[in-house]
């Protein structure tokens, strides 16, 4: 059993920063890949950025230069430092977990999401 809760959501004027905080918590053995997905009113949910457990990371075209991925294993976090935000980027955020246990097989984590709104 594993809980991801995210923090750090609001509101925002353009131009401004938000930091995305996502902890993970329960029955952790090893993080794989942790990233963060939104998904704004009318539209899919779509990746903006992951990052391994090596370190890879890999942003979504739309946030290259303005966000940025990391992680902290030994505390199960993994952030997302948005800068420079636009009207566009609101919608609601999503933490994503690749968690394995103590001797059982890899699966997915979804946190409960947190709106950001960017707005003047």
């Known amino acids: 059993q594993v809980q991801l809760v995210e923090s750090g959501g609001g509101l925002v004027q353009p131009g401004g920063s938000l930091r995305l905080s996502c902890a993970a918590s329960?029955?952790?053995?090893?993080?794989?890949?942790m990233g963060w997905y939104r998904q704004a009113p009318g539209k899919e949910r779509e990746l903006v950025a992951e990052i391994s457990s090596t370190g890879i990371t890999n942003y979504a075209d739309s946030v290259k230069g303005r966000f940025t991925i990391s992680r902290d294993n030994a505390k199960y976090t993994v952030s997302l430092q948005m800068n420079s935000l636009k009207p566009e980027d609101t919608a609601v955020y999503y933490c994503n977990v690749a968690v394995a246990g103590w001797g059982t097989s890899w699966r997915n984590y979804w946190g409960q999401g947190t709106q950001v709104t960017v707005s003047s």
């Open positions: 329960g029955s952790i053995f090893r993080l794989g890949t």
